[in-house]
């Protein structure tokens, strides 16, 4: 298939002044009239107007009022139609059908429970109608919608509505005005039956905005929660970014059948329910932060996103990795106290190691801007998204608060209405602050994850500390040499107390602060430290400063202290991190070599005394106590055998739970919440500690706890300790599993967001179900259990996708049963829904890591899936790029 290249990116050929679009909606055959004032690009000396199409049967054209024969245009064998010698402007006219019944992809018109549905981004719109579908082209949209009343009640487009009647024969009409113009790809149309939850909202500018959440009529209980978390999102964007919402209406529609989490259409939010349903009973804390950060990422693309726009695909995280940095900085915000603040940047940082590391050490690494792409929907990466959000937050650490704010300020000025670029972005930050971001633009071109490498040494005679940083970042495809990186390196220094020391370089007259932010530009720069009278212990990198490795050798005593004494609670957890990752890989060697698993004494110090440690609150004990992913646990194994992390892992915890047992007792009992369910962190955080201790106290062998967990699934009134019960039970070897699975699958089987959670119970179960391997547990839920749905994303997701991705052990067993699970699964997705295909088929990106035994079985795997016909460009790409 075709390779695009961002140096290729040529301007339009003609510009679209409008489009007035009108929809006769049928499930089999909707009819679309489009008309559009089209004028030719005066810059460009191309007169060709392509029109993309994508499985669109074309009724006519006309042009200026004149039918168009079939000389007169061409179809080409993509489906595009090309119009020669267009030169001036032109009235267009449009007709084609479209089948919403047979869409299975989800992009373009489709059908969801009966409900229309849109989903144009990035390259949708062209299944809805002919048109220049491309980002750098905007245009006023008017829409009318015509549909019979009875399926269709309420029928949605973008922007104000601006007219409504009935029609002949029970059909009736609305008309829709988007009074900003806006690329193809922000479109959307929703017609079905529908409520909504709605409010009139009270703008800081006076006005008042109507906000609807829209969903199916039996979910209008669970909308109240996303309606705040919209409130909350506007008032923090005009408070924080003096950024307004610009529309009379806003509105946000629920619906199961969604590739993504979500999707910015102006003014016309669709959402997969599970980013925005929730009531206590059907979602769990996580859930409840998730839709919150999703509501807001949404709402924030209004200004970063949409009023400007992307010029280019390539530019992606222009918008993304913005306003990915934005939810999170509103996730925070929300959440105040620094202990909650750090608990969420931990979150955040342990999804990047997890995910964003693993990709740039694999086939797929990119460079958050990418130079080319076969396929673009393979490009809504973690890298694009979340480390495009950390050179983001990198900026912000440069320049402060202030001085990003300023720059974000200037860059929506000089952009807003129109398309942008990267260089754009960086351009207005350097302008409002008068810095050189030169070297900084390698954070968009290079791939690859750099390494800092620490040296230090303290000098006793002249009282200086000495820091040396070098930077390294390993060849990734297509790259093998880098140049530096622009690296901003936060750093501390204690002294014996666990006090921070004044920070005072040579050339400086006085020490200023306690921390610092080094800036290392070059491949290696020393800074030295002056009046450092007792050899201190460092904290690098602090909370996370920039998205690389650090190594350092730190000695375990240092990094006990340090997670007694960090002041900086990110590097606090971390360290408690590397302690566990530590004691996990001498774990991990025991049992390679055969020998006892024993847990070292460092890590078990520094975790007893965090464990009793009453001067932290649950919320950080718990993210800082629970063991690293087996996937961060791989990341750091030369090469990875899923068995011993998971046998290592379950020791672990057994020896805790057995070692720890009453004081664990203890601090469950300490950690009771508030009996009234909320959401807040502080709540969460008292449930995730208990959850962690029931956990370890059923690995220990304790019985009363078996019994405790199944009360409080059969009693308990909130999701979050339902689930947390059921898992811990799912995971221990009671057979009461059993029984307990079947009562959750009675009582949730009608609710799609519990079937789910009971899909991923299962999935990710970590030892065996009455000696059935789970590979055939999950098999045999995708062939035979009726709630099954192949062509629903979230089914997928939750069953198929959480067992190959999060299963390690299971998964990579050495018989190779996963795999030929996964070469079935990824073929058959393909032919319904090649996102959903391209995601599973990542799995496999790391095959060169594993065991040989694995390994070799992986690359059969992919390379039969290679060797298919017929395959989707998206699935080439991934198997084809795995496999070089
Ligand atoms: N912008 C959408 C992405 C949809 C892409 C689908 N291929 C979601 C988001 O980042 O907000
Ligand atoms: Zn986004």
């Given at each position: 298939s075709a390779t695009v290249y961002r140096k290729d990116y040529i301007p339009p050929t003609h510009w679209v002044d409008s489009v007035h679009l009108e929809f006769d909606l049928h499930p089999q055959q909707t009819h679309v009239h489009s008309t559009l004032i089209i004028r030719p690009n005066e810059d460009r000396i191309n007169n060709d107007l392509v029109l993309n199409g994508r499985d669109l049967e074309l009724v006519r054209i006309v042009m200026d009022g004149r039918e168009l024969d079939r000389t007169e245009y061409t179809l080409m064998p993509n489906g595009d139609i090309v119009l020669r010698g267009i030169t001036k402007e032109i009235k267009l006219e449009i007709e084609n059908i479209i089948n919403p019944q047979a869409n299975t992809s989800l992009m373009g018109l489709y059908l969801s429970k009966g409900n229309f549905m849109t989903q144009c981004e990035a390259e949708g719109f062209r299944r809805i109608t002919y048109y220049?579908?491309?980002?750098?082209i905007s245009a006023k949209f008017t829409v009318r919608i015509n549909a019979p009343k009875s399926v269709c009640p309420v029928l949605l487009s973008n922007g104000n509505l601006v007219e409504e009647g009935e029609l002949d024969g029970n059909w009736h009409y609305t008309c829709w005005e988007d009074p900003f113009p806006k690329p193809s790809y922000l479109f959307a149309l929703v017609a079905g039956n529908l409520k909504c939850r709605e409010e009139k909202f009270q703008l800081k500018n006076g006005k008042k905005a109507l906000l609807q959440i829209w969903v199916e009529p039996q979910n209008l209980d669970k909308t109240e929660f996303a309606l705040e978390s919209l409130k909350r999102a506007i008032a923090w964007d005009e408070e924080r970014f003096?950024?307004?919402?610009?529309?009379e209406r806003f509105m946000i529609v629920a619906t199961d059948d969604f590739t993504m989490g979500a999707m910015e259409n102006k003014g016309l939010n669709i959402f997969n329910s599970r980013c925005v349903l929730a009531t206590p009973e059907v979602a769990t804390d996580r859930d409840f932060a998730r839709i919150e950060s999703v509501i807001g990422h949404e709402y924030f693309h209004n200004w970063t996103g949409n009023r400007v726009t992307c010029r280019d695909w390539f530019q992606l995280t222009l918008k993304e990795g913005l306003t990915v940095f934005r939810e999170q900085e509103f996730a925070a915000d929300m959440l105040g106290d620094s202990t909650a603040r750090a608990v969420k940047r931990i979150e955040d940082v342990r999804y990047l190691r997890d995910r964003q590391f693993t990709e740039d050490a694999g086939p797929m690494a990119h460079p958050?801007?990418?130079?080319?792409?076969?396929?673009?929907?393979?490009?809504?990466?973690t890298t694009v998204y979340e480390k495009g959000a950390e050179v983001i937050r990198m900026l912000q650490t440069l320049l402060g608060k202030d001085g990003f704010k300023r720059g974000l300020e200037q860059y929506i000025r000089d952009h807003d209405g129109s398309s942008a670029t990267c260089e754009d972005f960086l351009n207005a930050m350097a302008e409002a602050n008068m810095r050189n971001l030169s070297q900084f633009t390698r954070w968009y071109s290079q791939a690859g994850t750099p390494h800092v490498r620490v040296r230090t040494h303290w000098d006793e005679r002249s009282a200086t500390y000495t820091i040396t940083l070098s930077q390294f970042c390993p060849p990734t495809p297509g790259q093998t040499k880098k140049e530096p990186f622009f690296i901003p390196f936060d750093v501390a220094l204690f002294n014996s107390k666990g006090k921070p020391i004044a920070l005072q370089l040579q050339a400086e007259t006085n020490a200023k602060g306690t921390s610092r932010v080094l800036e290392l530009t070059d491949e290696e720069h020393s800074w030295v430290f002056v009046g450092v009278k007792e050899k201190p212990i460092p904290s690098l990198a602090r909370n996370f400063s920039a998205p690389i490795i650090v190594d350092y050798n730190y000695s375990p005593e240092e990094l006990v202290f340090l997670s007694q004494c960090d002041n900086d609670a990110f590097n606090r957890a971390h360290a408690m991190e590397e302690l566990s990752l530590l004691c996990i890989n001498e774990m991990v060697s025991d049992y390679e070599r055969g020998t006892r698993m024993v847990i070292n004494p460092h890590y078990r110090n520094a975790f007893e005394s965090m464990l009793t440690d009453k001067s932290i609150s649950p919320a950080f004990k718990a993210i800082a106590l629970t063991l690293p992913s087996e996937t961060r646990i791989a990341e750091a194994q030369p090469m990875i055998n899923p068995i011993s992390i998971r046998a290592a892992i379950r020791s672990l915890r057994e020896q805790l739970g057995r070692q720890f047992s009453h004081l664990i007792m203890r601090v469950f009992d300490d950690n009771a919440p508030n009996p009234v369910y909320s959401p807040n962190a502080a709540d969460a955080g008292k449930r995730a500690m208990r959850a962690f201790c029931f956990e370890l106290l059923l690995a220990g062998g304790n019985a009363k706890s078996l019994l405790r967990a199944r009360q409080i699934f059969e009693t308990s009134k909130n999701l979050t300790e339902r689930l947390d019960a059921l898992r811990i039970i799912v995971n221990s070897a009671s057979p009461t599993k059993f029984t307990l699975l079947e009562a959750a699958e009675t009582e949730w089987r009608n609710e799609p967001l519990l079937i789910n959670k009971w899909f991923t119970l299962q999935a990710t179960a970590t030892v065996p179900m009455d000696e059935c391997p789970i590979v055939d547990v999950v098999q045999n839920l995708v062939e035979r259990y009726p709630g099954y749905n192949a062509h629903n994303p979230n089914n997928v997701y939750s069953l198929v996708l959480a067992f190959c991705q999060n299963n390690l052990a299971e998964f990579h067993r050495p018989d190779g049963v996963g795999y030929k699970f996964w070469v079935e699964q990824v073929l058959k997705l393909d032919r319904i829904n090649p996102q959903v295909s391209s995601r599973l088929a990542r799995c496999l990106d790391g095959w060169r890591r594993y065991t040989p035994e694995c390994s070799k079985l992986m690359f059969s795997a992919l390379k039969y899936v290679y060797s298919?016909?017929?395959?989707?460009t998206d699935l080439k790409e991934v198997v084809g790029k795995a496999l070089n």
């Amino acid at each position: 298939s075709a390779t695009v290249y961002r140096k290729d990116y040529i301007p339009p050929t003609h510009w679209v002044d409008s489009v007035h679009l009108e929809f006769d909606l049928h499930p089999q055959q909707t009819h679309v009239h489009s008309t559009l004032i089209i004028r030719p690009n005066e810059d460009r000396i191309n007169n060709d107007l392509v029109l993309n199409g994508r499985d669109l049967e074309l009724v006519r054209i006309v042009m200026d009022g004149r039918e168009l024969d079939r000389t007169e245009y061409t179809l080409m064998p993509n489906g595009d139609i090309v119009l020669r010698g267009i030169t001036k402007e032109i009235k267009l006219e449009i007709e084609n059908i479209i089948n919403p019944q047979a869409n299975t992809s989800l992009m373009g018109l489709y059908l969801s429970k009966g409900n229309f549905m849109t989903q144009c981004e990035a390259e949708g719109f062209r299944r809805i109608t002919y048109y220049p579908d491309r980002p750098d082209i905007s245009a006023k949209f008017t829409v009318r919608i015509n549909a019979p009343k009875s399926v269709c009640p309420v029928l949605l487009s973008n922007g104000n509505l601006v007219e409504e009647g009935e029609l002949d024969g029970n059909w009736h009409y609305t008309c829709w005005e988007d009074p900003f113009p806006k690329p193809s790809y922000l479109f959307a149309l929703v017609a079905g039956n529908l409520k909504c939850r709605e409010e009139k909202f009270q703008l800081k500018n006076g006005k008042k905005a109507l906000l609807q959440i829209w969903v199916e009529p039996q979910n209008l209980d669970k909308t109240e929660f996303a309606l705040e978390s919209l409130k909350r999102a506007i008032a923090w964007d005009e408070e924080r970014f003096g950024l307004e919402l610009d529309l009379e209406r806003f509105m946000i529609v629920a619906t199961d059948d969604f590739t993504m989490g979500a999707m910015e259409n102006k003014g016309l939010n669709i959402f997969n329910s599970r980013c925005v349903l929730a009531t206590p009973e059907v979602a769990t804390d996580r859930d409840f932060a998730r839709i919150e950060s999703v509501i807001g990422h949404e709402y924030f693309h209004n200004w970063t996103g949409n009023r400007v726009t992307c010029r280019d695909w390539f530019q992606l995280t222009l918008k993304e990795g913005l306003t990915v940095f934005r939810e999170q900085e509103f996730a925070a915000d929300m959440l105040g106290d620094s202990t909650a603040r750090a608990v969420k940047r931990i979150e955040d940082v342990r999804y990047l190691r997890d995910r964003q590391f693993t990709e740039d050490a694999g086939p797929m690494a990119h460079p958050i801007r990418p130079e080319s792409y076969e396929e673009i929907n393979n490009f809504y990466t973690t890298t694009v998204y979340e480390k495009g959000a950390e050179v983001i937050r990198m900026l912000q650490t440069l320049l402060g608060k202030d001085g990003f704010k300023r720059g974000l300020e200037q860059y929506i000025r000089d952009h807003d209405g129109s398309s942008a670029t990267c260089e754009d972005f960086l351009n207005a930050m350097a302008e409002a602050n008068m810095r050189n971001l030169s070297q900084f633009t390698r954070w968009y071109s290079q791939a690859g994850t750099p390494h800092v490498r620490v040296r230090t040494h303290w000098d006793e005679r002249s009282a200086t500390y000495t820091i040396t940083l070098s930077q390294f970042c390993p060849p990734t495809p297509g790259q093998t040499k880098k140049e530096p990186f622009f690296i901003p390196f936060d750093v501390a220094l204690f002294n014996s107390k666990g006090k921070p020391i004044a920070l005072q370089l040579q050339a400086e007259t006085n020490a200023k602060g306690t921390s610092r932010v080094l800036e290392l530009t070059d491949e290696e720069h020393s800074w030295v430290f002056v009046g450092v009278k007792e050899k201190p212990i460092p904290s690098l990198a602090r909370n996370f400063s920039a998205p690389i490795i650090v190594d350092y050798n730190y000695s375990p005593e240092e990094l006990v202290f340090l997670s007694q004494c960090d002041n900086d609670a990110f590097n606090r957890a971390h360290a408690m991190e590397e302690l566990s990752l530590l004691c996990i890989n001498e774990m991990v060697s025991d049992y390679e070599r055969g020998t006892r698993m024993v847990i070292n004494p460092h890590y078990r110090n520094a975790f007893e005394s965090m464990l009793t440690d009453k001067s932290i609150s649950p919320a950080f004990k718990a993210i800082a106590l629970t063991l690293p992913s087996e996937t961060r646990i791989a990341e750091a194994q030369p090469m990875i055998n899923p068995i011993s992390i998971r046998a290592a892992i379950r020791s672990l915890r057994e020896q805790l739970g057995r070692q720890f047992s009453h004081l664990i007792m203890r601090v469950f009992d300490d950690n009771a919440p508030n009996p009234v369910y909320s959401p807040n962190a502080a709540d969460a955080g008292k449930r995730a500690m208990r959850a962690f201790c029931f956990e370890l106290l059923l690995a220990g062998g304790n019985a009363k706890s078996l019994l405790r967990a199944r009360q409080i699934f059969e009693t308990s009134k909130n999701l979050t300790e339902r689930l947390d019960a059921l898992r811990i039970i799912v995971n221990s070897a009671s057979p009461t599993k059993f029984t307990l699975l079947e009562a959750a699958e009675t009582e949730w089987r009608n609710e799609p967001l519990l079937i789910n959670k009971w899909f991923t119970l299962q999935a990710t179960a970590t030892v065996p179900m009455d000696e059935c391997p789970i590979v055939d547990v999950v098999q045999n839920l995708v062939e035979r259990y009726p709630g099954y749905n192949a062509h629903n994303p979230n089914n997928v997701y939750s069953l198929v996708l959480a067992f190959c991705q999060n299963n390690l052990a299971e998964f990579h067993r050495p018989d190779g049963v996963g795999y030929k699970f996964w070469v079935e699964q990824v073929l058959k997705l393909d032919r319904i829904n090649p996102q959903v295909s391209s995601r599973l088929a990542r799995c496999l990106d790391g095959w060169r890591r594993y065991t040989p035994e694995c390994s070799k079985l992986m690359f059969s795997a992919l390379k039969y899936v290679y060797s298919q016909p017929n395959l989707s460009t998206d699935l080439k790409e991934v198997v084809g790029k795995a496999l070089n």
